[in-house]
């Protein structure tokens, strides 16, 4: 798909509109439905102090694949597969939202399951991590058939959870996974990679809408249904794009693009595991909790996790000048 630049630009503003513009109707029927996210007493997870709407994730899907289909008017296998997984993502985010309004934990079995059954998708549409360039010998090294699919299945399922585990205060998710879009944009661009660019670009255009309404004191939650859906779109962007055809040192490109939920939940998931912990048990032991203990207010952490992000990003950058 060879896109003109100014359909990155009518992709941006026209799904950030619809994201903008959707989101009160939709704030408005979550308090009819009681489908909002109460606040908690004796807890450090649970901040904010009135109930807060949880149906921004249905505005970002809408926003996200009515601006796709609109301004490329394709729809490929890739296209329904991420379409479909999608759509998986959500109705268990959503199951696992409706719990949470009612003061109860989803199980993580099914969570699990979903997700994977997302990131198979993916893999079984042509979306994988195929191999990399051999810096010494300049051939493409083509990985085994199963090694393709764990390691993709590996990366979509990862990056759909960090960036659902950073999503525990206004504005940072949002905030995150809008500078990770922005850089892998940058990538595609670079890598003349129309389709991830229009991705990705879209991706910038809900996430910044969205941060209207999420920015401290937020009006508006996307749960753990938004949360992991643009996570998993931002894996799929990853590996369509700067995976593809990449370098032994351009590997580091996405993952230092999406630097800080990943290295942060690395932690956070190690942690876990050392103490018995199932890796979806909620705690307050990311940075950014980390950091409101330290003494920072809400906005300071995160201004500071989006600045370290942004230096990570600007790395991811700088190792793609270094192999053009």
């Not at 997302?118 to 010998?137: D, E, H, K, Q």
């Not at 922005?182 to 389709?195: C, D, E, M, R």
């Not at 938004?226 to 351009?250: N, P, Y």
């Amino acid at each position: 798909m060879v896109v003109k630049r100014i359909f990155y630009l009518l992709a941006f503003v026209l799904s950030f509109m619809i994201v903008y513009l959707l989101i009160p109707p939709f704030a408005k029927l979550a308090f009819r439905l009681d489908f909002v996210d109460k606040p908690q007493k004796n807890t450090e997870r649970k901040i904010h102090r009135e109930p807060i709407p949880l149906t921004a994730s249905y505005v970002i899907f809408i926003g996200f694949f009515v601006t796709y289909l609109l301004v490329t008017r394709e729809f490929t296998l890739q296209t329904g597969a991420i379409f479909v997984g999608g759509v998986l993502l959500l109705i268990i985010g959503t199951v696992d939202d409706w719990y949470k309004t009612k003061g109860k934990d989803f199980p993580a079995l099914p969570k699990f399951i979903v997700q994977m059954s997302a990131a198979v998708l993916v893999y079984a549409s042509g979306i994988a991590f195929t191999g990399f360039y051999n810096p010494l010998s300049g051939e493409y090294v083509v990985l085994p058939i199963v090694l393709q699919f764990l390691l993709t299945i590996l990366w979509i399922f990862g990056v759909t959870t960090v960036i659902n585990f950073s999503d525990g205060m206004d504005g940072l998710a949002g905030g995150l996974s809008a500078i990770s879009a922005i850089t892998l944009f940058i990538v595609a661009l670079a890598k003349g990679q129309s389709t991830s660019a229009m991705l990705a670009v879209i991706v910038v255009g809900v996430t910044v809408a969205y941060l209207r309404y999420n920015k401290h004191p937020a009006r508006i939650f996307m749960g753990d249904a938004g949360a992991t859906f643009i996570g998993f779109i931002l894996a799929v962007i990853a590996l369509d794009g700067a995976f593809k055809q990449a370098t032994v040192l351009s590997l580091f490109i996405p993952i230092l693009a999406l630097g800080v939920p990943i290295f942060d939940n690395l932690f956070v998931v190690a942690k876990r595991f050392i103490q018995g912990k199932s890796i979806y048990q909620a705690d307050a032991s990311q940075a950014h909790y980390r950091l409101l203990r330290a003494g920072l207010n809400h906005k300071q952490v995160v201004m500071v996790l989006c600045l370290v992000s942004t230096c990570f990003c600007l790395s991811s950058i700088i190792l793609l000048l270094v192999q053009t």
